[in-house]
């Protein structure tokens, strides 16, 4: 089992930053990856971003290309999420995922089904 929690959200203007943390403890030695997600009332959950816990490889949705940034930290089991110049629309619940599955194709690392383990979610609530 892999227990994650996050932290960092709230409420910011936009063009404003935030940066959300996500801390994984429990069994994270056979972690292949963690993301982002986001999730809006009455939406689906959509890819944010991922990265590769062993090579460091990034991968991120088009939205937030250039504004979002994924990074870890391995020595602590913590990825974060820096975003900057936030928009309304970035207004939703953040959550951080982890997988136990090594997939070769990015493809498996923005869907939902490729994750095993979910942090409870943290708000971002971004003012025009």
């Known amino acids: 089992q892999v227990q994650l929690a996050e932290s960092g959200g709230g409420f910011v203007q936009a063009g404003g930053s935030l940066r959300l943390s996500c801390a994984a403890s429990?069994?994270?030695?056979?972690?292949?990856?963690m993301g982002w997600f986001r999730q809006a009332p009455g939406k689906e959950r959509e890819f944010v971003a991922a990265?590769?816990?062993?090579?460091?490889?990034?991968y991120s949705a088009d939205s937030v290309k250039g504004r979002f940034t994924i990074s870890r930290d391995n020595a602590k089991n913590t990825v974060y999420l820096q975003m900057n110049s936030l928009k309304p629309e970035d207004t939703d619940v953040y959550y951080c995922?982890?997988?136990?599955?090594?997939?070769?194709?990015?493809?498996?690392?923005?869907?939902?089904?490729?994750?095993?383990?979910w942090g409870q979610g943290t708000q971002v609530t971004v003012s025009p």
């Open positions: 995922a982890v997988s136990s599955k090594y997939y070769s194709a990015y493809y498996y690392y923005k869907q939902r089904s490729g994750y095993d383990y």
């Open positions: 429990g069994r994270t030695s056979s972690n292949y990856a």
């Open positions: 990265i590769r816990w062993s090579s460091g490889i990034l």
